[in-house]
Nanobody, 124 residues
């Protein structure tokens, strides 16, 4: 059974850095694009960042460009989101996702596999 488990979310202050991790199991992660979405209270889930199957291509939400870095380690079946210069508006539940079609498909929220999410709270 395909499964994604996120970790690393916690309460931080504005300006801090945080690294989220995602561990994949039950499917061949190296064949999938990987990405991150987030959902703030009262808002729809939104795309944050994604990386294609071999790590050669990345895509980011405009508001996180230059602050967040998405990466993957196919040998260890993990993906990560390094978040720097965090702002209160980055607060939300962060979800790891994987898609077999491609990065564009993933960014549209049409992925095959989703994790349960990890809470990130940024205080001002």
């Amino acid at each position: 059974q395909a499964r994604l488990v996120e970790s690393g979310g916690r309460l931080v202050e504005a300006g801090d850095s945080l690294r989220l991790s995602c561990t994949a199991s039950g499917f061949r992660m190296q064949m999938y694009s990987m990405g991150w979405f987030r959902q703030a209270p009262g808002k729809e889930r939104e795309f944050v960042a994604g990386v294609n199957f071999n790590g050669a291509t990345t895509h980011y939400k405009d508001s996180v460009k230059g602050r967040f870095v998405v990466s993957r380690d196919n040998a260890n079946n993990t993906a990560a989101l390094q978040m720097n210069g965090l702002k209160p508006e980055d607060t939300g539940v962060y979800y790891c996702t994987a898609d077999s079609v491609g990065l564009g498909y993933l960014a549209e929220g049409r992925s095959d596999v989703w994790g349960q999410g990890t809470q990130v709270t940024v205080s001002s």
